[in-house]
């Protein structure tokens, strides 16, 4: 053991001398500052060179492995994937365009609000027929769309609405004896009036500026509701240029009839049903697109037989029908502002014949040029017994027509074609003639009484609603069908 001591004591230095030149080398490689003088730091310096040299030898190795990986093909498969936009961020990228587009077809929702506002234009032209013939329309002088939505507050707001009445030629010339309290009783109709008009407005214009802003209608819907809105708002002026006809100055003259003009009553009644008819009609478009497109093999099985040749007389007439009908309420317009039903209160005859004597119907009364040019027109606008006689026929020769299509869509190939909806819109246009028919007989025998009155007022709109529903049920619009035969081809790929 004593000989073995002494060559453990060489190989410890000979490793000793090689640890320490080794350290030494890798002393020299690192740059000397002024901090490193001192020879208690050399370990740390030691420590620091061999952690840069295992970092540099990893990066180039991560370099080396994406250099490989990026010039292999599968390494540019990755790099255009990471490239390209995530799965979500493209679906919301097509969320956003979509919601930025307006659709093919209008949202269900706004058929119904569409039909509901038709209902509120339906009974707001039936109570307009009970403020006319309850002699409130002119009770309100002034036309103040804003402040005129609230009625008098006070004592001192009553006298004076009052006193704008009483210079007005209704009163002096019909109502003179009129007190306070009855004045509050047609003021208050007038007034609901108006202010059922601006709730048609309010409750149409800006739930269809939402619609739009939303794009939950289509393009044409988008201009259907902005034609309505419109409308409502022409409405409203035509109303108060009506009842302005009938303050006028020189109806205060011996003989006159403190009235609005039968032309401008006119006009008011035709555009409250055009307005009607348009909301109807667009809602229920738009329902009968969403029944279509759910079963689109079953809705093209259904334009075919719509479209079948031995049906375009039938829907020809169920179309000059609803024209016919629209004419007859018009003509019931001017009837109404001349108070013509108050006249030859019989049927059929007027008087002792079937027509008034030529005499009375085509009176130069009338005329106001010298040459007698215009006598035609005005006796048939202007004279209340040609006016009624007018209506007589209209209203006659409507009610024929209806029969005389059901007759015909009892008949033959018509028979056999005709859709079986169709059909029953036919048979229930039959029972709504039928009742306006016997409604309007009715007032005019018992000399316009008030609830037979707006019960025949109300059957007109009934009438128009049924023509204008057997009408639709014939006719598919070009675009529908062109959804439907695009979904048919989704369908069958």
Not at 272 to 289: D, P, T, V
Not at 326 to 339: H, K, N, P, Q
Not at 435 to 449: C, D, K
Request: hydrophobic letters at 45%; glycine letters at 6%.
């Amino acid at each position: 053991m004593a000989s073995l001591v002494p060559g453990l004591r060489r190989m410890a230095w000979k490793a000793s001398s090689r640890s320490l030149a080794c350290n030494q080398s890798l002393l020299r490689q690192v740059p000397r500052n002024s901090s490193s003088s001192c020879c208690c730091s050399t370990p740390s310096h030691i420590v620091n060179v061999v952690r840069s040299r295992a970092y540099a030898t990893e990066t180039t190795t991560q370099t080396t492995t994406t250099t490989t990986t990026t010039t292999s093909p599968l390494g540019k498969l990755a790099k255009e994937m990471s490239a390209r936009p995530s799965y979500h961020a493209e679906t919301e990228a097509i969320a956003a365009a979509k919601s930025r587009s307006f659709p093919k077809t209008s949202s269900k929702g706004v058929a119904y609000w569409l039909l509901g506002s038709a209902v509120s234009v339906f009974g707001i032209v039936v109570f307009g027929g009970l403020t006319r013939m309850t002699e409130s329309g002119l009770s309100i002088t002034e036309w103040r769309p804003v402040t005129g939505s609230l009625p008098p507050m006070s004592q001192e707001d009553w006298d004076s609405e009052f006193d704008k009445y009483r210079a007005s030629p209704e009163f002096k010339l019909l109502n003179p004896h009129m007190t306070l309290s009855e004045f509050k009783k047609i003021y208050y109709m007038e007034w609901a009036h108006r202010l059922w008009g601006r709730v048609i407005g309010v409750t149409f214009v800006l739930p269809a500026v939402y619609f739009v802003a939303r794009r939950r209608v289509s393009p044409k819907m988008a201009l259907n509701l902005f034609g309505i809105s419109a409308l409502i708002g022409f409405q409203g002026f035509i109303g108060w240029w009506m009842v302005k006809s009938g303050l006028k100055d020189d109806l205060f003259a011996p003989g006159s009839h403190p009235r609005v003009s039968q032309y401008r009553l006119t006009t008011h009644l035709g555009t409250a049903f055009i307005c009607y008819a348009w909301m109807l009609m667009s809602g229920i478009s738009i329902l009968r697109a969403h029944r279509l497109l759910a079963d689109p093999k079953a809705a093209m099985t259904a334009i075919k037989a719509i479209q079948n040749p031995a049906l375009n007389v039938f829907r020809r007439s169920a179309f000059g029908i609803s024209a016919l009908v629209f004419i007859t309420a018009m003509s019931g317009g001017l009837v109404a502002g001349l108070d013509a039903g108050l006249i030859y209160n019989e049927f059929p005859k007027m008087g002792a014949g079937l027509v008034p004597p030529r005499s009375e119907i085509w009176n130069k009364f009338y005329a106001r040029r010298e040459d007698g040019s215009d006598l035609w027109w005005r006796n048939m606008l202007e004279n209340p017994s040609t006016v009624q006689m007018d209506h007589r026929i209209l209203a006659i020769s409507t009610f024929c027509a209806v029969l005389a299509l059901f007759a015909y869509s009892r008949s033959g190939r018509v028979a056999a074609a005709l859709p079986l909806n169709a059909r029953k819109g036919a048979t229930g246009l039959v029972h709504l003639v039928t009742l306006q028919a016997a409604l309007g007989i009715s007032t005019l025998i018992y000399m316009v009484p008030l609830p037979l009155a707006a019960a025949h007022q109300a059957g007109s709109l009934a009438v128009l609603t049924g023509a204008l529903v057997l009408a639709h049920r014939l006719h598919v619009p070009r675009p529908t069908v062109r959804l439907i035969q695009k979904k048919l081809k989704q369908l069958q790929h």
